[in-house]
């Protein structure tokens, strides 16, 4: 593959020969007009460009009906700002992009880097199927590309806070402008995309429009309070932009550039926003390094661990949870946010988590596997190491001691309990922080709220049994 250097993300010129053809710019999860250098690399070639969607079903199938919808209310959005020049092609991209550059004689693809192992694979599929024709990926969704922060011996950064200090060092280049004078190739025939009309949530306007206006209205309100109220999804006070950056209808750079120019940009909030940010490079960086991490355990010590099988004895418990009838009223409200919305906010995901692994004693990528079916913004690396890390079992890990109580979590970040009656009509009779604990509450479980279908203490402690077995066997 033809790499442009991600620290400054310039178009190489290509040969003389390749220039003035048509080059492809196959868009992934990059869906925008705005601070793209693949795009600019593109035009650069100096012939029309012709913007092309893969609707890989091998993707897709994984992705859930949720993300599909949302993928394609999306491209419909980038169709209109590149004024209808979008051509969908739906099958595998190693044979659908060597046909399309063979219809318009295309001399170059052009693509952003991709670092998840799928990804990655099939960028190598579709090189070879290729042949002569380059495939040139300039720039990454990430502000600085996986593979890039490196320790001074060249290893990679296995832990945050160092990464985030040499991410930070690092730095990452300006945003890239839109071309002047881009054409775009016509006339060429484009397929429906066959799960358009299936969505099973409300349609959401999600295009780049849509980021950007969120973006500003965040960096008006919220940025520079972020610090102090991101923790309370009883609030509406962090970004709400996982989905945009998971479709790349914003990218970091833009974000980061807007805040260093923001006049609260050095505040304590706007800096714990960049952290915020800067754990999605990280963790991308670590599935760069260790593919194998999107679905084993990092900790190798924790890999004999005793599980419960969710499709065997534990699947009833299983089934509560996802579902949202566990009897707990935080976790049950997080996990009807994420069926109702497809979204859940950071700190329910940590609490809903730590119930699956720690209270059902299932194992993460379980767990896992059903966000990536649910989730709107739903991405292999913040996903799956996230669930790692509230398993103790990845970088960082929480500790594996560390068992959240869902109770206490529930009356420190929502303490009038509004999220709470927010997701679980059940308990819209029961008043303020009182609703975490309902039974303790005349009445509180009379409108159909169901029993704890576990004991959190017993259950904790069972985890903790489990884990030190697993310790001493390794
Ligand atoms: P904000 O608080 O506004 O943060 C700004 C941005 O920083 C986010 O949009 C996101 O890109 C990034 N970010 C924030 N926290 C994290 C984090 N812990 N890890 C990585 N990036 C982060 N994030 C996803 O984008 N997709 C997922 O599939 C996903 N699954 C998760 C699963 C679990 C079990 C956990 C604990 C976390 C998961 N996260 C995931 C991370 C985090 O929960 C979401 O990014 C965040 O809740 C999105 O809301 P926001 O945009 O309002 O975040």
Same mark, same amino acid.
């Given at each position: 593959m033809v790499q442009q250097d991600d620290t400054d993300a310039r178009p190489v010129p290509l040969p003389?020969?390749?220039?003035?053809?048509?080059?492809?710019?196959?868009?992934?999860?990059?869906?925008?007009?705005?601070?793209?250098?693949?795009?600019?690399?593109?035009?650069?070639?100096?012939?029309?460009?012709?913007?092309?969607?893969?609707?890989?079903?091998?993707?897709?199938?994984?992705?859930?009906?949720?993300?599909?919808?949302?993928?394609?209310?999306?491209?419909?959005?980038?169709?209109?700002?590149?004024?209808?020049?979008?051509?969908?092609?739906?099958?595998?991209?190693?044979?659908?992009?060597?046909?399309?550059?063979?219809e318009v004689g295309a001399g170059s693809v052009h693509v952003s880097r991709e670092s998840t192992p799928y990804g990655r694979r099939r960028d190598a599929r579709v090189e070879r199927a290729l042949g002569d024709v380059p495939l040139v990926a300039t720039g990454t969704p990430y502000a600085v590309g996986p593979g890039l922060v490196r320790k001074a011996d060249g290893e990679p950064f296995r832990v945050f806070t160092p990464f985030s200090r040499a991410w930070r060092e690092h730095g990452w280049p300006r945003?890239?402008?839109?071309?002047?004078?881009?054409?775009?190739?016509?006339?060429?025939?484009?397929?429906?995309?066959?799960?358009?009309?299936?969505?099973?949530?409300?349609?959401v306007s999600c295009g780049e429009a849509t980021a950007l206006a969120r973006w500003e209205e965040f960096l008006a309100g919220g940025l520079a309070d972020y610090n102090r109220d991101r923790d309370r999804p009883d609030l509406d006070a962090t970004s709400q932009m996982s989905v945009h950056l998971k479709y790349g209808t914003i990218h970091p750079r833009t974000m980061l550039a807007d805040i260093a120019a923001h006049p609260a940009g050095r505040s304590e909030g706007a800096q714990r926003f960049v952290t915020e940010l800067c754990w999605r490079e990280f963790y991308a960086d670590v599935l760069w390094h260790r593919p194998e991490s999107a679905w084993s355990d990092l900790r190798e010590?924790?890999?004999?661990?005793?599980?419960?099988?969710?499709?065997?004895?534990?699947?009833?418990?299983?089934?509560?949870? /996802?579902?949202?009838?566990?009897?707990?009223?935080?976790?049950?409200?997080?996990m009807r946010q994420l069926l109702t919305e497809g979204w859940m906010h950071n700190r329910v995901r940590m609490v809903v988590a730590?119930?699956?692994?720690?209270?059902?004693?299932?194992?993460?990528?379980?767990?896992?596997?059903?966000?990536?079916?649910?989730?709107?913004?739903g991405d292999v690396a913040s996903n799956n190491h996230?669930? /790692?890390?509230?398993?103790?079992?990845?970088?960082?890990?929480?500790p594996y001691f560390r068992v959240f109580n869902p109770v206490a979590q529930?009356?420190?970040?929502?303490?009038?309990?509004?999220?709470?009656?927010?997701?679980?009509?059940?308990?819209?009779?029961?008043?303020?922080?009182?609703?975490?604990?309902?039974?303790?509450?005349?009445?509180g479980l009379a409108h159909g709220y169901p029993e704890r279908i576990v004991d959190h203490a017993e259950e904790r402690a069972e985890a903790l049994r489990r884990y030190e077995a697993a310790r001493r066997r390794s």
């Open positions: 003389p020969m390749m220039a003035l053809m048509t080059a492809l710019l196959w868009l992934r999860r990059d869906l925008r007009l705005h601070d793209l250098p693949a795009l600019l690399a593109a035009h650069e070639a100096g012939g029309d460009v012709l913007p092309v969607f893969v609707a890989d079903p091998v993707l897709l199938a994984s992705a859930g009906a949720v993300r599909r919808a949302h993928l394609a209310a999306a491209l419909e959005e980038l169709d209109a700002a590149y004024d209808g020049a979008v051509v969908v092609r739906v099958g595998r991209p190693e044979e659908e992009i060597p046909r399309l550059v063979g945003p890239a402008p839109v071309p002047a004078g881009l054409t775009w190739q016509r006339g060429v025939e484009s397929s429906p995309l066959p799960w358009a009309d299936e969505s099973p949530l409300p349609a010590e924790l890999r004999g661990m005793e599980y419960a099988d969710p499709e065997g004895d534990a699947a009833d418990r299983v089934r509560a949870w /996802q579902e949202g009838r566990t009897g707990f009223p935080f976790v049950d409200a997080g730590s119930f699956l692994v720690k209270d059902l004693h299932v194992w993460w990528g379980h767990g896992a596997r059903y966000f990536l079916a649910h989730l709107r913004d996230g669930w /790692q890390w509230v398993a103790g079992t990845g970088t960082d890990p929480a529930g009356e420190r970040f929502d303490p009038d309990g509004e999220y709470v009656r927010r997701y679980v009509p059940e308990l819209a009779h029961v008043p303020g922080g009182a609703v975490h604990q309902p039974w303790r509450v005349p009445d």
